[in-house]
């Protein structure tokens, strides 16, 4: 039961509160009618929606149709802290929990995921007339986000990586593809502009994927426990950013990282994965991969390094090379110096993805996102991503010499990452990649996939079979595996683990994660010290990562081809 | 017993209340309008003293007006059908066996959502009580919770139905 009000996208008046646009999602038909009488009464605008799933396609359809989410907690098609992670990730709005159910760890449970508020039934009015403060509060925040991100890179990124998306347009098909590309587009202009703070826009710092990765090797320097915003943007060192940026970001952060925790043993079955090295020229080129217990200093290392964050914190510093996919694919093939060069350059991730970022805007811009186009487009369908995958996937990776060399290193780990859920499939996927790239030899991969399969609880059981027979695959011929569907995307995140894997991986990552979940990558990725995330493949794709929902991530870290990717795999 | 004296005394009520809106349809006069009010007033008293309704029923009411007259009614309506449902399930659940405890729970809390949304103190209290049973496992708790969670279902049931046709006539009353 959808009911839009309608006119809703005029935003608040200046008779604020009145006019707020609220957005209810409950199953149960009475509450809804209740409570959208009674936010009627506050004078609010409101929408209501029976499904998690129309509430979702309500928010991307109109990114700012709405200042505040009202959800309830037992929702049968999905999860109303599911919910609530990911409109507060890819959104931003503040989401408010409601439940007959009081209990403490309930309440704390939303907490934990974000939710600003936990209104016990039967609500009441009172209650609800003081929703706005919400909404309030997080205005006040976004403005002081807005200021900083007119950081080069972000900017950098975000044009090359629209460039670069807008070729690879995601097959996925869905009209909220283009519409999303758009609207990120149009996001990324306002998130520069620094709009007027005062506007009704929600303005945000965009999360790219190199600052996430500087963000991500931040905290690794400093040490997770350690961890503070005000120690991470001292050594971010990004002009305009500010500490609310990085406070905001490193709670999401956090809550991303115990999630992968906690999906830790799902992914062990990636680990195992330990994709056989591209033999030649890939793995020459990027010769980065060391010996999985090298990671460290790749920035993916760092992340690694952490035992609570695990897959986190790994999968975050795939992230921040997510932005070198696209030149995974082509680095294999020419930036090999670049790629070596990162290697060495562990530590600093930074300036390694600063390199592939520069090789990627020229080189690999075109092959890499040619990869990536292919890829993504199966990635967007995230419905179809199983076939997709296959298909697109391998392709790109064929052609390129070192790519083909990875085969599915981690046939675990892409099972894993399927298995968990779509969400987690990206950061899966960079797990996998990571570990990939890490994996010097696919002995190391194997060791690492194993473990990290053990993480990684197959959620999906749809790719648990497909997963149990390609995890013995170390698949060089990665076109075999693009048949199946699963296969395929595993194959992918095997094959990509390597050089060429990277540049596949994102994809297949993507896909994978789409289809379920995508916790378990990123655990898997915690075992496996990506050393280096060489693969500028795996760059792109890392931006997804970790937090459950990738979708989200990739709105802040990726460019908007792979917010599609994201959105739509998300919620399939 | 008690609650058959409570019927009786709101049996009594509506029987009044019966009796007032005859004598309306004879000749509407303001006594006969303020005395189906009243009625109507004493009834919701009745509910809530009884611990049928609680006091946030009242808020429902404020809810409604002139731009959703029936408000209430359809809110009412809407409980009749979804719990009607999650009733059917319920019973369901529990003469299948192996007994799902997981599932009943669920629906349990679905229908505990329910009936507070009209804010139904008891038959929502009633809701915990079979949660807990549930959560324990015990079959036999879950009957008789259950047993005891229809009847004060049933009742509110009549009473809303009551109250709801009064409050109706006194509407109707009121506009001519």
Known sequence: MVLLESGFSSPRNDVFPAGLRVLV??????????????????SYEVTTCGLARDALNLLREKKDGYDIVISDVNMPDMDGFKLLEHVGLEMDLPVIMMSVDGETSRVMKGVQHGACDYLLKPIRMKELRNIWQHVFRKKIHEVRDIESLEGIESIQMTRSGCDLFDDGHFLGGDDTTSGRKRKDADNKHEDRDLSDPSSTKKARVIWTVDLHQKFVKAVNQIGFDKVG?????DLMNIPRLTRENVASHLQKYRLY????????????SFIGM??????NNSTA???????????????????????????????????GQGDRHGIASVPVAEPKGALSKDIPDSHKTKSSQMSFDHSLGSAASGVSFASFGSTTPARYSWTEIPEIQSKVEYEPV???????????????????????????VKPLFDEYRSNLVGHSSPADLVDLFPVQSKNQTLKNQVFDPIFATKSSIKTKDISQNCLADSEFAQRNLNATGREVTLASLPEDLQIFWLQGDGYPMNIALQNFDFPEYNDPALIDETPFYSYDAPRLDHEHFFDPTEYYAIDQGLFV | MARRMLDASNQGLLLQFWLATSSLSKGKTRMDRNRLQHQAASMRRSLFDQGY?????IQLEELQDDASPNFVQEIVTLFYTDSARLIQNIEHALNSRPIDFDKLDDYMHQFKGSSSSIRAKKVTNECTVFREYCS????????????????????????????????RQAAVSQKA
Not at chain 1, 25 to 42: A, F, R, S
Not at chain 1, 257 to 268: C, V
Not at chain 2, 141 to 166: P, T
Request: overall charge neutral; glycine content about 2%.
């Open chain 1, 25 to 42: 999602v409950d199953d149960d038909p009475t509450w809804l009618k209740i409570l959208e009488k009674m936010l009627k009464k506050c």
């Open chain 1, 229 to 233: 915003p005000k120690k991470i943007l």
């Open chain 1, 257 to 268: 990282l115990s999630r992968l925790q906690k999906e830790s043993d799902i992914k062990n």
């Open chain 1, 274 to 279: 330990k994709h056989s090295d591209p033999p």
């Open chain 1, 285 to 319: 080129s990027f010769g980065l991969h060391k010996p999985s217990n090298t990671m460290p200093d790749d920035v993916l290392n760092g992340t690694y390094s952490f035992p609570m964050n695990n897959s986190l914190v790994q999968t975050v510093d795939v992230k």
């Open chain 1, 398 to 424: 064929q052609p390129e010499n070192g790519f083909n060399q990875l085969p599915l290193p981690e046939p675990s780990m892409i099972e894993k990452e399927v298995n968990r859920s779509r969400t987690e």
């Open chain 2, 53 to 57: 309704l609680d006091e946030p029923f």
């Open chain 2, 136 to 167: 324990a496992e015990n079959a036999e708790g879950c009957m008789r919770s259950f047993q005891q969670v229809k009847q004060d279902y049933a009742i509110l049931r009549r009473k809303l139905e009551v109250y709801l046709q009064m409050v």
